[in-house]
């Protein structure tokens, strides 16, 4: 089972900060989060991960907090292309599985 | 980032009939191949961990004699569908991942439209 929650849909205007949250509170002190992300009828795409630090990269900021219960995925400046829906993962311990929640289905508007 | 592609991207056979699905990743060697479906407006679900040299792990309740995977190099990982029913229809993505020090980085392919008629 996968162990994180999100919201099932969220809105943003073009331009304006994308904040994604997600819970997990059940993670394992060596367990990384992962972000992904998959357009329609495409495989997912690599956001960023962390496992304790905030971290950015040239897609997105990833906030995680101090307790690493939960984090938030940040784009700064969404446009349209970023409609998506979006996944928080935490990786499996001592495997390479990846489990998908349900996801985050952001639909960025004008 | 690194590629996997997959082959076909869609595909439409006959009910009865085995369908065959390869994952490749172009520009690196993969520790570990996956194999997951999904269903419209559905999360992906893994069905089964494929190593290179040694049998397919599978999820529970996925039948592996309907879902056959080989994994005959660290660059390349097959998934049969034999015997393909309409109930077979779905989208099929694999991904490939690189094991690191500190983490692992999977990509996933473009997926495969499976219909069956």
């Known amino acids: 089972d996968a162990k994180t929650t999100q919201p099932p849909s969220m809105d943003c205007a073009e331009g304006r900060a994308a904040n994604l949250p997600c819970n997990h509170s059940t993670i394992s002190g060596n367990e990384y989060v992962y972000w992904y992300r998959q357009i329609h009828s495409q495989g997912p795409q690599y956001i960023i991960h962390?496992?304790?630090n905030n971290e950015t990269n040239e897609m997105a900021s990833l906030i995680i907090t101090e307790d690493r219960k939960s984090s938030t995925l940040i784009l700064p400046h969404a446009t349209l292309r970023d409609t998506a829906v979006y996944y928080c993962?935490?990786?499996?311990?001592?495997?390479?599985?990846?489990?998908f929640g349900t996801g985050t289905r952001l639909q960025v508007f004008p | 980032g690194a590629v996997v592609s997959q082959h076909p991207s869609w595909v439409i056979c006959k009910s009865g009939t085995s369908v065959k699905i390869e994952c490749r990743s172009l520009?690196?060697?993969?520790?570990?191949m996956f194999w997951y479906r999904q269903f419209p407006k559905k999360s992906l679900m893994l069905m089964a961990t494929?190593?290179?040299?040694?049998?397919?792990?599978?999820e529970q309740g996925v039948e592996k004699d309907k879902f056959l995977i080989n994994h005959a190099s660290l660059t390349l990982s097959t998934l049969t569908v034999t015997s393909a029913h309409p109930e077979d229809s779905s989208f099929y993505i694999c991904?490939?991942?690189?094991?690191?020090?500190?983490?692992?980085?999977?990509?996933f392919g473009q997926g495969t439209r499976l219909t069956v008629v």
């Open positions: 494929s190593n290179e040299g040694s049998k397919a792990t599978y």
């Open positions: 962390g496992l304790k």
């Open positions: 991904s490939a991942s690189i094991r690191r020090p500190m983490n692992t980085e999977a990509f």
């Open positions: 520009d690196f060697q993969a520790t570990t």
């Open positions: 993962i935490v990786r499996v311990v001592d495997t390479d599985k990846l489990i």
